[in-house]
């Protein structure tokens, strides 16, 4: 048996998995009533534009002032396993690894 030379405990070996956190977050937006997102349909009638209210929508969101509220975060095995980067630290195991 080996032992680690700093802390004289029996030396440890790793494997490195790399993960992924993936973090929904949810906002609402207050879209503008206007013309801008509004139509004239066929009949005469008035509507919405699905698509024009969407892009007015997003394009609002990117507001750097929205209160964003986590919906949910998953830890997943990340679908593209490789070695460790240069410069990138592992967690999880005290004595190998780094």
């Not at 790793?14 to 609402?28: G, H």
């Not at 206007?34 to 507001?63: C, P, Q, S, V």
């Not at 070695?83 to 967690?91: L, T």
Request: with cysteine; hydrophobic share 30%; charged share 25%.
């Amino acid at each position: 048996m080996q032992w680690h030379p700093v802390t004289d405990e029996p030396k440890t070996y790793c494997i490195s998995l790399r993960v992924r956190r993936v973090v929904v977050q949810d906002a609402y937006i207050s879209v503008p009533l206007n013309a801008a997102i509004t139509m004239k349909r066929e009949d005469g009638t008035g509507g919405i534009d699905t698509d024009a209210f969407m892009r007015e929508g997003m394009r609002l969101a990117e507001d750097p002032g929205f209160e964003w509220q986590v919906e949910s975060s998953v830890i997943e095995p990340h679908p593209g396993q490789q070695r460790r980067p240069e410069g990138r630290r592992s967690f999880g195991c005290p004595h190998c690894c780094g």
